[in-house]
């Protein structure tokens, strides 16, 4: 065979290898063809490679990557940190454990970049995912997610139980921040801890027995909607000095506390159509304004379904139903061991309209009064049944096509 015979079968039999081996061709900017990785490509990092998680972590490039997780129980004594942009961290479900060990207040994974500040926008992270992975900690341990000052964070499918501190801890994530399909429960502060975050969506997670499911403390934008929140320790959702959000389609039963609380500055914010059952108290307005409560269901409720605080006002209540146990023919479906169904408290406050409600089978009062007078009030077109109200004893006020049965 002549020598140019023998170059070309050699190129012909590399050609067919290369085929078989599952590679694939890209035309080169000049025309010619050239064999290797789709252009852009990053590598899997696949964790079981690697000694340690951190390890794992550690081998992104500054460009970010995915790291796949294998299932299996993974003890950690130190926290795992996360300090690359354009990240997207998977495991293998519940199958994939991190159980943190560490017993002297720290966290189980920390994303942050070092040395950045909230301040300096321009160097903090952006775009991670955490996802598919379960997270415990111990009584003495920190909190299991600690993100802080990182930009469209999304963490979804985890469940985070079991921690010292939050749950889910969001430190100035201010662009865009997602928690979804979560299950996270029997932490000891708080479930989600968002700290002045902006545009957040809080949506179909589960919060069972943490100390208080969710917090949003100097924050815009919160939306929250079609959460289960059940059999927590002290309050439910605490929202203070936002605005601009919405709390909606949640079912919200059995906090000892209080299921909704807004504070300090809080204005144009709605709480709609949620079911709000059995728990301590239902919204309280301590110090908001602007704010709309419509089509929720307060259910034998402890105390104030809704209390509007003297520090609230230009509040809007309308086409709500307060109710007993009653289930028809007379009966309750809970006995006579468990009676209290409140209304509304109006503390002091003024311009609120309420409408279009049912108060039925409360105890003690549809409406309660505090001491010192609520001013400019709109009671209208509400039905109040098997119920006492003292709506009547308002100043200032407008009482207009009520009807009032069976008191």
């Known amino acids: 065979m002549s020598r140019a015979g023998y170059l070309f079968t050699v190129s012909l039999v590399c050609c067919f290898a290369m085929v078989s081996m599952g590679l694939h061709y890209a035309k080169e900017g000049n025309g010619t063809i050239s064999s290797g990785r789709l252009p852009g490509a990053r590598p899997t990092i696949d964790a079981s490679k690697y000694l340690t998680l951190q390890a794992a972590f550690d081998a992104l490039p500054e460009t970010g990557g995915l790291v796949q997780l294998p299932a299996g129980t993974f003890e950690i004594d130190e926290p795992l940190v996360l300090s690359r942009s354009d990240v997207c961290i998977q495991g293998a479900g519940t199958a994939t454990h991190i159980k943190n060990n560490n017993t002297t207040g720290k966290p189980a994974i920390i994303v942050e970049k070092k040395g950045v500040t909230s301040s300096q926008r321009d160097e903090q992270l952006w775009r991670v995912r955490i996802s598919n992975l379960r997270i415990t900690g111990n009584d003495k341990s920190g909190h299991g997610i600690d993100v802080r000052w990182v930009n469209e964070i999304f963490l979804d499918g985890i469940t985070v139980s079991h921690h010292g501190g ?229 100043k200032e006020a407008i009482n207009s096509n009520n009807l009032e049965s069976g008191k």
């Open 166 to 394: 939050d749950g889910i801890r969001l430190d100035t994530c201010y662009e865009d921040p997602r928690i979804c399909h979560c299950l996270i429960t029997y932490n000891k502060q708080v479930g989600l801890n968002c700290l002045g975050c902006h545009d957040i969506i809080v949506s179909a997670n589960q919060f069972e027995e943490n100390r208080d499911a969710v917090h949003c403390i100097n924050g815009y934008n919160l939306t929250m909607s079609g959460n289960c929140l059940d059999d927590h320790l002290r309050h439910g959702v605490v929202i203070e000095n936002t605005y601009g959000s919405v709390v909606a389609a949640n079912m919200i039963e059995e906090c000892v506390g209080t299921a909704i609380i807004m504070d300090r500055d809080c204005y144009g914010n709605t709480v709609s159509a949620n079911v709000i059952a059995h728990n301590g108290a239902g919204v309280d307005l301590i110090d908001a304004h602007g704010c709309s409560l419509s089509a929720n269901t307060f259910t034998i409720m402890k105390t104030n379904a809704i209390r509007i605080g003297a520090a609230s006002g230009r509040i809007s209540v309308g086409g709500n139903s307060f109710c007993s146990s009653y289930i028809g023919d007379g009966m309750l479906k809970r006995g006579t061991d468990d009676m209290d169904a409140a209304g509304i408290r109006l503390e002091s406050t003024s311009e609120i309209a309420i409408s279009g409600n049912q108060f039925s089978g409360l105890k003690p009062a549809a409406i309660s009064l505090g001491k010192e007078p609520s001013k400019r009030i709109v009671f209208a077109n509400n039905v109040i049944t098997d119920s006492v109200s003292q709506h009547g004893q308002l």
